[in-house]
């Protein structure tokens, strides 16, 4: 329901025709897909970990903070998340209009084509659509020429403030982890070990360890950092369906060690928050 290419039901037969015993679906910002995703586990024999991808920022970095199993009905996260939806929609408009500066037309309506009944659009949607007009080849070359920080065509957009999320995502009874956390740079900025002691003072549960975009030394520093702050290690493919090459389902895997570790410390949040919250759904 946010820039993956497959339905909440495609996502869950793949990962099951994939070997998988656990899935999470975690679309960006929002919990649209949870209901549709849960009916499909349940219908294949897959156990599900409901969650959602939470655009944050902290101390002049993006940061892309997982959020397990907590409540979607807690009211500070449902408006949370709607401020960062707006900012998401906002940003649309400026984009085509940049575009436009250049010479490519490309119509609200066209992105909505795209973008079908997704309830997060991204930048993803507008190079499909670039796509569809025929004026790039690919998502990638998309971001490379007009979409990405220092493109012509880039429009910053609102994010949550990290802190502050990760103690909603904890009152509402669920848990955090920060994803692909050294992912798109190589200088950890502030998520080196002091930082991470920071973000754990506050509640984070996990890191993000086992993930594409990063080598053995990163995994390596950042799983001693992890078992230094006493965090969870988790590892994930980062599926978007045909959307992102090389991130296939199942390409990395959370240990069933931590994946147990992951599950007490929610249990453990949804308890001190009196909320009600999703059930892992199980085979
Ligand atoms: P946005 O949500 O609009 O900020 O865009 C972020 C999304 O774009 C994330 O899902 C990224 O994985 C995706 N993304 C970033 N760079 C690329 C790229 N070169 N090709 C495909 N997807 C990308």
New binding site residues.
């Given amino acids: 329901m946010s820039?993956g290419t497959q339905s909440p039901t495609e996502l869950v037969h793949a990962a099951k025709a994939a070997g998988l015993d656990v899935l999470a679906i975690t679309d960006?910002d929002t919990s649209a897909g949870w209901d549709e995703a849960a009916t499909a586990a349940a219908e294949v024999g897959l156990d599900l970990v409901r969650g959602m991808e939470i655009s944050t920022r902290h101390r002049g970095r993006d940061v892309h903070l997982l959020a397990f199993l907590p409540d979607p009905t807690y009211g500070p996260l449902v408006d949370a998340l709607q401020k960062v939806l707006d900012g998401r929609n906002s940003r649309v408009p400026a984009i085509l209009g940049k575009l436009h500066d250049l010479g490519i037309d490309i119509t609200l309506d066209d992105v909505r084509r795209v973008s079908g009944d997704a309830a997060a659009v991204?930048?993803?949607h507008l190079?499909d659509a670039l796509v569809a007009a025929g004026v790039v080849r690919d998502?990638?070359q998309a971001?490379?020429e007009f979409l990405?920080p220092g493109r012509p065509a880039y429009v910053d957009?609102y994010a949550a403030p990290l802190e502050p999320m990760i103690r909603t995502v904890t009152e509402a009874g669920g848990v955090s982890v920060v994803a692909h956390a050294w992912g798109r740079s190589n200088d950890p900025g502030p998520l080196d070990e002091a930082g991470f002691a920071d973000l754990a003072a506050v509640g984070l549960a996990g890191i993000e360890v086992d993930h594409e975009d990063h080598g053995p030394d990163t995994r390596r520093q950042l799983r001693a950092i992890a078992s230094d702050l006493d965090l969870v290690v988790t590892g994930s493919s980062d599926h978007?369906g045909a959307?992102?090459v090389g991130h296939d389902l199942g390409c990395n895997t959370t240990a069933p060690r931590e994946y147990e570790r992951l599950l007490a410390r929610a249990a453990a949040a949804a308890a001190a928050s009196g909320r009600t919250t999703p059930e892992v759904v199980t085979a």
């Fill in positions: 820039d960006h991204g930048r993803p190079a998502r990638e971001f490379n990405r957009r978007h959307g992102k």
